[in-house]
């Protein structure tokens, strides 16, 4: 049972550009996160989604950033127009339906903005 | 007020240690518990879920106290491995975010 996956691992994209990350939840998990971790700091949660539906997103900038996750295929973390400021580590967890599971995360995926 | 506070840290610990750490959360109704340990650079991984009765795992032991909202991690015999930050993970399960992470404790053994 592999586990969650995301891609790519590293991404440095100049300023102005489009970043697309992207997660693969665990078999069996419906439920996505998307954290982000800049240096020496703590998780930030930034969304939570089901398939096709976006649940929270009380932590996502208003502007630049979107993310899906689409009955078919890995939930997207897109950024538009990137700045220096977003360089960071963006982690992606999955957990099934069921109450009380835990999260499990991605390796992640590290963000350099040039 | 942060809805889970934990010990601020660090912690330096000789080898052999034994080192309890620490974590409250505000929101009552919080159903499901868990501490995490993450290396540097490295995603967060599950330690261990938090049950009602306590539950031990190896060298490690965790307390769940309801009804003062109070969750702690005791790790004996430390190893230099242990080195980590740990985080405490709360499941409210009723809201949109249904995970709410502490800040994490950091912990360096030293040999």
């Known amino acids: 049972n592999a586990g969650v996956m995301q891609n790519p691992r590293h991404l440095v994209r100049r300023r102005g550009q489009e970043a697309r990350l992207r997660c693969s939840p665990m078999k069996g998990h419906s439920h996505v996160y998307w954290y982000r971790q800049l240096p020496e700091e703590g998780l930030k949660f930034m969304v939570y989604l089901q398939k096709e539906n976006i649940i929270d997103?009380?932590?996502?900038?208003?502007?630049?950033?979107?993310a899906e996750f689409p009955k078919e295929?890995?939930?997207?973390?897109r950024i538009q127009q990137v700045v220096r400021g977003d360089s960071a580590a963006y982690f992606c967890a999955s957990s099934p339906p069921q109450s009380n599971s835990p999260l499990h995360f991605g390796n992640g995926?590290?963000?350099t903005v040039t | 007020r942060k809805e889970v506070e934990q010990d601020p840290g660090p912690f330096n610990v000789p080898e052999g240690a034994t080192v309890a750490f620490n974590c409250t959360y505000s929101n009552s109704a919080s159903q499901s518990f868990f501490w995490y340990?993450?290396?540097c650079r490295k995603e967060p991984k599950l330690l261990m879920s938090v049950y009602s009765s306590g539950n031990e795992d190896g060298r490690f032991t965790a307390q769940l106290n309801r009804a003062s909202q109070y969750i702690s991690l005791l790790i004996r015999d430390s190893k230099l491995s242990d080195?980590?930050?740990?985080?405490?993970v709360v499941n409210r399960d009723n809201y949109g975010q249904n995970f709410v992470f502490g800040p994490g404790t950091r912990l360096s053994v030293l040999p």
Do not use: V, W
Not at chain 2, 83 to 88: Q, R, V
């Open chain 1, 57 to 66: 997103e009380s932590g996502m900038p208003k502007e630049r950033f979107s």
């Open chain 1, 73 to 77: 295929g890995p939930s997207i973390l």
């Open chain 1, 109 to 111: 995926t590290r963000l």
């Open chain 2, 37 to 39: 340990r993450q290396d």
């Open chain 2, 83 to 88: 080195s980590a930050t740990y985080l405490c």
